[in-house]
């Protein structure tokens, strides 16, 4: 079970993840970030891990998937503070450097100011 709450800023949409990204949870949680990485106006998703409980490989593959549509229609995902099991998943499953990542609030709203607002 988890929860995702998005925060709307120019051109980029903040989804904050609390909860976990197992196998029962990707069906939703697939449609639901599709949604958002694909609407009208949006240029990049920002994924928020820091409150991740409990993931899986299915949860990774929801991630590279929905990154792959996106970039296919010119939008990108962008993780935010992956929780240490996530970054430690995304390290052995060797797809750590497929995903633009974010260690703080700070370094993200270098990179990307319209989050600044």
Known sequence: MFELKAESHTNVTVLRFSGNLLLPDVAEFSKLLEEHLLA???????????????VDTSGLGVLVSASTKGRGRGRRLVLLMPAPHVAELLRKAEIEGFFPTFESEDE??????????
């Open 40 to 54: 009208p106006n949006i240029r990049q998703v920002v994924l928020d891990l820091s409150h991740v409980e409990k």
């Open 108 to 117: 993200l709203k270098g990179y990307i100011p319209d989050t600044a607002e």
